[in-house]
């Protein structure tokens, strides 16, 4: 009973960690969320288990975060995706800072003091505009995999701009782009630039700012717009990702010791 | 984790008293009445001493949105030219009225009452006297009103005397509506008696300051009802009456709205008719309690004065929260907050009521500045649930009571 667990369910993938006592990652898993939360999760912590040559009794309490958090029947708590990204950020950058995590349906950006102590936070408008959705939205519309629009941003040499708040209007937009017979590659790039504006327009971000979510392990082009666009190099945790997960985790752990301190 | 909310044992004297003036409202030309519709906030207290029944469709319309009919009628307004961006109680309401389907129904009876004269105030919004007009037009029938000082610092002799005159004004078309005279002796009577429904109202909605507080705004919204719809008669006087004694026993027994009251939210914003119960519900399992609101407190009309009607009703309808300025605002919400003794602020920015949506000029942030008091911000709507987010909400109201929790 010496491990953690924290499983993050999110709107697009479901992410599993195991720490040991030390706050150690010792296995992850990472799998579609799909429509039956309670199975991906049991999945998941199989993976897990059989990665790191443990079994269900090594796991002393689990924590749940994402939008299936209230699905897993094995957890002992849940907290939400703002508290765990927050958690699991602080945990690599113990300092005052700005936490966004992009994430495939909404993004957050999460203030955190030098105490580690959530001061604010923000969640985006009900609107997909700046988030995973809209990224997987360009994809589609342009005949592309989602995986290849980091690639392919990569290449642009003339970056098209897109203006619109709105997905749809965005998409139309990139129809205009197409029939000027801009390249894909540039145009692929001013998506991610509308990514970073959305972002921005959310919240106003000082100090240090760090990133999380899948959006943003999947894309490290963004990592490189967002310092631009804030002026600073934006801090990423190891398996960005993964940090909900592993905030969960953190959590399950302080809340095990402390439910083991005597009264 | 299961929880109910706590009824009121006076709830079945508040289904009656309601009730029965639903069943009056539709009974009016079999009862020789003439029906004036009414904006919720004034001047119901002349149209109540003309001899008029008096009818507010924005009581209609909250209906419409928590029995969850709005959202499947405001687009047969929306279809007519009524855009989707513009107040859901009006394209509620008039979905409704062409469906022919109506919460009435529900009680068995007919639908809304036909209006003999509508009467509007826009110290609200623009929205009700475009709203009103629409009827006027499918019934032939005058659409009369005050055109109120809207976004106001102080309220100065001028404003309130061009209110006052405009009020006065209404009385000709009224008179030859209703086929009586005007009585200014009536008028101090109806005016003295909403005076005491709202000094009730304000005591009722003052229990919350308790700590823990024995009613919820989620029940408030509810409670509401006569404050809103009768105020001056005698009916709303004595459920208020009946009220107020529950909670002040509820408070003499310690029994809170939200058991284990750990947190207390003010809401700032209108109602989200249609999730009531579910935000309820969410709140009671966080041991959150909304203990006030801006909403509820806006049927409070401290200016009413039997011995000055006209003036005394242009003061109290056009110094209500929803047409003053930022810098007024912002003293009211710090006041509330500091008298209900609140942990945070919950903002609804409700997309279709940019007039009851107060965190748009950057309100929140200088709020918390000023309290160093928590916000959120749920985006939303009174009565267009197209426009909310189960989820987005539910999470981030559950990430707001972490943070209370934390700090």
């Known amino acids: ?263 | 984790m299961a929880v109910e909310r706590r009824d009121f044992e006076s709830n079945q004297a508040m289904r009656q008293v309601m009730g029965d003036y639903f069943v009056e409202l539709t009974k009016g030309a079999e009862n020789g009445k003439k029906t004036a519709w009414c904006t919720s906030v004034g001047p119901a207290e002349l149209l109540l001493s003309m001899g008029y029944n008096v009818y507010f469709p924005e009581n209609h319309g909250a209906m419409l949105g928590a029995s969850r009919m709005a959202t499947d009628l405001i687009p047969l307004a929306n279809a007519q030219g009524y855009s989707p961006d513009i107040c859901s109680y009006l394209t509620a309401d008039i979905g409704s009225y062409l469906a022919k389907q109506s919460p009435f129904q529900k009680m068995k009876l007919p639908g809304p009452p036909k209006a003999d004269v509508l009467v509007f105030n826009t110290n609200q919004c623009r929205d009700v006297k475009d709203w009103f007009q629409f009827y006027a037009r499918e019934w032939d029938v005058p659409c009369i009103g005050i055109h109120s000082p809207r976004a106001c610092g102080d309220l100065d002799l001028a404003m309130v005397d061009s209110v006052a005159k405009q009020i006065e004004q209404l009385i000709p078309t009224l008179e030859q509506v209703v086929g009586q005279k005007f009585d200014i002796d009536r008028l101090r009577e109806v005016i003295k008696s909403s005076r005491r429904c709202t000094e009730l109202w304000k005591q009722v909605l003052e229990t919350a300051a308790n700590v823990p507080s024995p009613i919820s705004f989620f029940d408030e919204t509810i409670q509401m009802g006569p404050a809103v719809v009768l105020r001056g008669q005698q009916s709303a006087i004595d459920y208020y009456e009946l009220l107020l004694k529950e909670l002040r026993q509820r408070v003499a027994d310690g029994v809170a709205a939200v058991e284990g009251e750990s947190f207390r939210i003010y809401w700032e914003g209108m109602p989200i008719w249609g999730k009531l119960k579910d935000l309820s519900t969410q709140f009671m399992q966080l041991k959150a309690c909304v203990v006030a609101s801006t909403y509820c407190n806006s049927w409070i009309f401290e200016a009413l004065d039997p011995s000055d009607p006209f003036e005394s009703m242009a003061r109290a309808y056009s110094s209500i929260f929803i047409c003053r300025s930022d810098d007024p605002k912002e003293a009211y919400i710090e006041e509330m907050v500091q008298k209900y003794k609140v942990n945070g602020i919950l903002y609804h920015d409700a997309k279709t009521c940019p007039n009851n949506s107060n965190c748009r000029y950057q309100m929140p942030q200088r709020l918390q500045t000023r309290l160093g008091l928590p916000y959120m911000i749920v985006n939303g709507d009174l009565n267009d649930l197209r426009l909310y987010s189960d989820e987005q909400t539910r999470t981030n109201i559950e990430a707001f009571v972490e943070q209370l929790a934390e700090a």
């Not at chain 1, 508290?83 to 995590?101: E, K, Q």
């Not at chain 1, 609107?127 to 690639?151: P, Q, S």
């Open chain 1, 1 to 263: 009973m010496s491990h953690y667990c924290g499983i993050d369910v999110g709107a697009s993938a479901a992410k599993l960690v195991l720490i040991d006592a030390g706050g150690k990652v010792v296995a992850r898993a990472l799998r579609r969320s799909g429509i039956a939360y309670a199975e991906t999760a049991e999945a998941c912590l199989a993976e897990a288990l059989a990665g790191a040559g443990l079994s269900r009794d090594d796991v002393a309490h689990t924590a749940s975060t994402g939008y299936g958090r209230h699905n897993i029947p094995w957890a002992n708590d849940s907290s939400t995706e703002i508290a765990c990204h927050g958690r699991g950020v602080f945990h690599h950058f113990p300092r005052a800072l700005a936490v966004i995590d992009i994430g495939a349906q909404d993004n957050k950006v999460i203030h955190i003091d030098a105490s580690g102590r959530r001061t604010h936070f923000k969640m985006n408008r009900k609107c997909a505009a700046g988030t995973g959705a809209f990224l997987e939205e360009i994809a589609y519309r342009m005949n592309l995999d989602v995986g290849e629009l980091n690639r392919l941003a990569e290449r642009s040499t003339k970056e098209a701009s897109l203006g619109s708040f709105c997905t749809v209007f965005a998409a139309t937009e990139i129809l205009t782009r197409i029939r000027d017979g801009e390249k894909v590659e540039d145009i692929v790039k001013g998506a991610f630039r509308s990514v970073v504006k959305r972002v921005m327009e959310m919240d106003v971000i000082e100090g240090d700012l760090a990133l999380s979510g899948g959006v943003v392990a999947h894309n490290p082009l963004l990592v490189k717009l967002i310092g631009e666009t804030f002026g600073r190099e934006p801090l990423v945790p190891p398996d960005p990702q993964f940090m909900g997960a592993f905030g969960a985790a953190l959590f399950a752990l302080e809340k095990s010791r402390k439910e083991a301190m005597p009264c």
